[in-house]
């Protein structure tokens, strides 16, 4: 099992930017696929963002494709997602996930076995 835990979340402005930080613990944080998530109020959680246990393969949703980018440090353990171009669409919970399985990539929620508990994203107009 890996601990995650998230941090950069707050409040933006439309057009403005945010990088949420996950840093990991208790696992190889090499090996596996990491992701974002991210779950509005009434709203099931979606997949923002994947990247390959290498970072040689990073993968978006349509809804942030070309706004966001994923990124992670394997030296350091972290994972990152730089938000541009923000809008009140993006105001969410945003979750880092751990894949289940090494070196496997995935977008669904059951692919990903390790949450963190969530960093609050509020996008004002």
């Known amino acids: 099992q890996v601990r995650l835990v998230e941090s950069g979340g707050g409040l933006a402005q439309a057009g403005g930017s945010l990088r949420l930080s996950c840093t990991a613990s208790?696992?190889?944080?090499?090996?596996?696929?990491m992701g974002w998530f991210r779950q509005a109020p009434g709203k099931e959680r979606g997949f923002v963002s994947g990247?390959?246990?290498?970072?040689?393969?990073?993968y978006y949703s349509e809804a942030v494709r070309g706004r966001f980018t994923i990124s992670r440090d394997n030296a350091n353990n972290t994972l990152y997602l730089q938000m541009n171009f923000l809008t009140p669409e993006d105001s969410a919970v945003y979750y880092c996930?751990?894949?289940?399985?090494?070196?496997?990539?995935?977008?669904?929620?059951?692919?990903?076995?390790?949450w963190g508990q969530g960093t609050q994203v509020t996008v004002s107009s």
């Open positions: 996930a751990a894949a289940i399985h090494a070196y496997g990539l995935g977008n669904r929620v059951a692919d990903f076995g390790s």
């Open positions: 208790g696992r190889t944080f090499s090996r596996y696929a």
């Open positions: 990247i390959a246990w290498n970072g040689r393969t990073a």
